[in-house]
């Protein structure tokens, strides 16, 4: 699966920006589209993952309540609302697949998008 992420930007602390994963096929039902993020002198982290076929969503404990996965089948596309941003949400955003949450055995790391979190 190729996917592609973007919609990143500068952005206030306390605001919100919403980022976008696109597929270029149609992702099956069993593969789970996860959201990652990795900080400069950070490891990469996943914060977000919805499987597929049923829309189960998971979330990293830090983002839990702020942000919100979801997709959209017609556009084979996977959106992160994120809301209430700290500056610690300040990171290069990747999207991956995989059939395991969290997982990215599915999809090669592309360029990511940059969210800078001001204070």
């Known amino acids: 699966v190729q996917l592609q992420a973007s919609g990143g930007g500068l952005v206030q602390a306390g605001g919100s920006l919403r980022l976008s994963c696109a597929a270029s096929g149609r992702p099956y039902s069993s593969h789970v589209i996860g959201w990652f993020r990795q900080a400069p002198g950070k490891e990469r982290e996943c914060v977000a993952a919805?499987?597929?076929?049923?829309?189960?969503?998971y979330y990293a404990d830090s983002v839990k309540g702020r942000f919100t996965i979801a997709k959209d089948s017609a556009r084979s596309s996977v959106y992160l609302q994120m809301t209430s941003l700290k500056p610690e949400d300040t990171a290069i955003y990747y999207c991956?697949?995989?059939?395991?949450?969290?997982?990215?055995?599915?999809?090669?790391w592309g360029q990511g998008t940059l969210v800078t979190v001001s204070s």
């Open positions: 991956a697949a995989d059939t395991s949450p969290c997982g990215s055995s599915l999809s090669k």
């Open positions: 919805i499987r597929w076929g049923s829309g189960r969503q």
